[in-house]
């Protein structure tokens, strides 16, 4: 589904990913861990196609990263932190804009059913600065799926919505996978990091430990002197060891 070999991106002197190496096989929840600025949305902008790599190369659905992104960007899904979704617009509105901008053939179909999923036929003629932080937050997951992409990249979806909404969005999520979407999500909370099928803990650029979860803990209970380490055990060490491997190891 995706593999990258030694990307990197540099923002004049400041390198924010640094040789990442990354393969994501298809139908898994994939997460990315790490503490603000560590890279994470960087990375992951540049899976998108939105952002060109300094350096590196890799395929995203079999395109090509650099030649291919305008194919990248029509045909993933993508959820951003700020919820791209335009204020003046009714929830109605905004999902027909995304079904036509992908090219969805049976436009009005499709709104209902996406509608009807994320339970927003009660809000879907009122204008999305009239809602709620939650309720924002389901508008922006259906226009991310509305047009069913096999990749979906989710980037902080959570933050900022309660504990509720961000159980519903995980239902979400794992009914998306038993359809077989793959699903690329960043995130900071370790109990969402736990849902995932493989995590890549991120560091000043650089991923400094990937695998499954159990797998972690397993390969870091004997550099931590703790039995049973919980991923933030893990999180807390790996981040003050700072970034060493450049990507290219596979812990776990």
């Known amino acids: 589904m995706i593999q990258l070999y030694e990307v990197t991106k540099r923002f004049g002197s400041f390198q924010a990913v640094d040789h990442v190496t990354l393969t994501i096989e298809p139908g898994q929840i994939f997460g990315l861990l790490g503490a603000n600025g560590a890279g994470k949305t960087t990375l992951i902008r540049m899976m998108c196609g939105i952002l060109p790599p300094t350096s590196g190369s890799g395929q995203v659905l079999q395109y090509d990263l650099t030649k291919e992104s305008a194919k990248i960007r029509q045909n993933i899904g993508y959820m951003s932190q700020k919820f791209s979704l335009y204020p003046d617009l009714t929830v109605k509105e905004n999902l027909r804009f995304y079904a036509r901008l ?15 999923r994320y339970r927003l036929v009660e809000v879907a003629e009122k204008q999305v600065n009239q809602l709620g932080s939650g309720i924002r937050q389901r508008v922006a997951f259906a226009t991310s799926t509305v047009h069913e992409p096999s990749l979906l990249f989710l980037d902080e979806p959570t933050s900022g919505v309660d504990p509720l909404t961000r159980q519903l969005f995980w239902e979400e999520c794992y009914a998306l996978t038993e359809l077989g979407t793959t699903i690329v999500i960043t995130t900071h909370y370790m109990d969402e990091a736990e849902r995932c099928d493989q995590v890549a803990l991120m560091n000043r650029g650089q991923i400094v430990a990937i695998g499954e979860v159990d797998a972690l803990k397993e390969e870091f209970a004997p550099l931590l002197a703790i039995e049973d380490p919980t991923l933030d055990d893990i999180f807390v060490y790996v981040m003050s060891q700072g970034g060493t491997n450049g990507g290219q190891e596979e812990l776990g």
């Open 102 to 116: 992908y090219g969805v053939a049976q436009v009005n179909q499709r709104l209902e059913e996406s509608l009807e």
